[in-house]
């Protein structure tokens, strides 16, 4: 796939290299590989993921161990501080000049069944004096074990393992979705400018054809076989084409330049639009239909996703309305050497006969009177739980029943290619021989234009329902993210996106 489209691109880039001598052929299929490829809607798409997948990255990081290093290694002090004096039993300025150092490493682990912390320290700390009496201390940890956990307290940890992998999984289908929008604007764009060519075509040869059938026209009103009236119905329409041209020139240039800006193409490029005749799905088994869009559309996962985010506010609003305590335990061992009679030694600080040090501490948090406001909250939150759970049932029948209509739209839209296909050639034909019967007279000029109207409408017609046949089939594709020619789920290649 990948290297089918990069020769495509080299090709075109070839062919864009000399396009004075000639210009490019664009089939429908390759302006949406060139979308795909190229395209800023599938810069902004990419990017867009990547953002999400971080994000998720950036979660599950946070589920596992954390180790970090905090370090001040110099920190001098030459002022005066407050100190207290406890032979005098009074507070008193003293000048004091040090140079402190110390280290610090952490590890932590969150514990999401419970929300807690669960933590481990090692620090080392030293501090050297200067002044009268130069001495040097070093204090040491050589561990310490904590845990803090927060008693009948809501768990936001919990309901992230919850949400969090189902917004992942949504990012994924968002971003194949989004995919299936650009392919559907590649198709608008591509059938306006191929629309806005037939025009410019039809125009041409409408100008043509009343030109021609003008000059027939004052032969026969020299003969007296055209009335003045019809002669002067002629020269209108000979004008109304000339205008009619002029502005299908200008459509064209439109359609022609808003193709080549989305497909990030050169603009003074010329474009040769190939119609896609075939139309490789006929119809599309309803029930598939449904069942992919169920499995595959991110609307699905948003409307769970509603639902779960309104159960959390439900539980946290519940939780802050009663007693909440929170724990914090810790255990480690230390040691300090050195004093003002003698300066400490590091290895002493790491040999045994090392001091206990425990640390609990409790704290309470018991709401007495808000006036009614965390039930305010609570009731609220409810209200807006049971509001996601009515409004995601009537969504997803909404979203059942759209998913049916569009695959009964899409069955008929082969026989409507076919039928219009079908007119289009009888109102050629139709209109050649009006053109005949009017050189030789046996048609009048109201017949004619009658005809020629005919032939115009039937052409647009036809381009018509092609473009509302591809644009039904991938709107089919972007509901399902299923790829209805291949029988198979429409995937990405991750870390190809992540190269990039």
């Not at 664009?26 to 599938?42: F, G, I, P, V, W």
């Not at 999984?169 to 400018?193: C, D, N, P, Q, V």
């Not at 026989?415 to 050639?425: G, H, I, K, N, Y």
Request: charged share 25%; proline share 2%; with cysteine.
């Amino acid at each position: 796939m990948k290297k089918t489209t990069i020769l495509l691109l080299l090709c075109l880039l070839h062919t864009m290299a000399g396009f004075s001598q000639g210009s490019i052929r664009l089939t429908l299929n390759d302006a949406l590989k060139l979308a795909q490829e190229q395209s800023l809607q599938t810069f902004l798409n990419k990017h867009y993921y990547m953002a999400d997948y971080w994000a998720y990255r950036s979660f599950k990081a946070d589920l596992l161990p954390s180790v970090s290093i905090r370090a001040n290694p110099l920190t001098y002090s030459n002022a005066s501080q407050l100190r207290y004096n406890s032979i005098d039993r009074v507070d008193e300025f003293i000048r004091t000049e040090n140079l402190r150092s110390d280290l610090n490493l952490n590890v932590s682990q969150k514990i999401a069944a419970t929300g807690g912390t669960f933590s481990m320290q090692s620090e080392l700390g030293r501090i050297e004096n200067y002044g009268n009496n130069e001495y040097t201390q070093y204090s040491s940890r050589p561990f310490t074990i904590n845990y803090q956990q927060a008693l009948f307290g809501f768990n936001a940890m919990k309901w992230q393992r919850k949400i969090e992998p189902l917004l992942f999984e949504k990012a994924k289908k968002e971003y194949l979705e989004s995919t299936e929008k650009m392919h559907l604007t590649t198709i608008r764009y591509f059938f306006g400018l191929v629309s806005a060519a037939i025009q410019m075509e039809i125009a041409q040869t409408n100008m043509e054809n009343t030109e021609k059938l003008l000059k027939v026209a004052h032969s026969r009103f020299e003969l007296g076989t055209v009335s003045r009236e019809e002669l002067l119905d002629l020269r209108l329409s000979n004008n109304n084409a000339q205008i009619d041209l002029q502005q299908a020139g200008l459509n064209y240039r439109e359609a022609k330049e808003n193709l080549l800006n989305f497909l990030m193409l050169p603009i003074d490029v010329e474009l040769e639009t190939e119609i896609p005749e075939n139309t490789p799905v006929s119809e599309v088994d309803i029930q598939l239909v449904l069942q992919k869009a169920l499995e595959n559309n991110p609307q699905i996962l948003q409307l769970d996703q509603s639902i779960l985010e309104s159960q959390r506010n439900v539980e946290q609003a519940n939780r802050a309305r009663h007693f909440q305590a929170d724990v914090n335990v810790s255990y480690g061992v230390s040691k300090d050497d050195g004093n003002f009679l003698k300066s400490g030694d590091l290895n002493s600080v790491y040999t045994p006969e090392f001091e206990s040090y425990q640390q609990l501490s409790l704290g309470i948090n018991i709401p007495i009177l808000d006036w009614g406001r965390r039930k305010g909250q609570y009731e609220m939150a409810k209200s807006r739980h049971e509001i996601a759970q009515v409004s995601g049932r009537q969504s997803l029948q909404q979203f059942k029943q759209n998913a049916v209509t569009r695959a009964i739209a899409f069955n008929i839209q082969k026989s409507r290619v076919e039928s219009a296909a079908l007119s289009d050639t009888l109102a050629n034909e139709s209109y050649e021989l009006t053109m005949t019967r009017f050189s030789t007279g046996q048609a009048d000029v109201l017949r004619l234009t009658s005809s020629q109207n005919a032939k115009d409408n039937a052409r647009f017609r036809y381009i018509n329902a092609l473009a509302d046949y591809w644009t039904n089939y991938y709107t089919l594709r972007q509901l399902t993210l299923f790829d209805f020619e291949k029988n198979s789920n429409i995937e990405f290649d991750e870390e190809e996106i992540l190269k990039k």
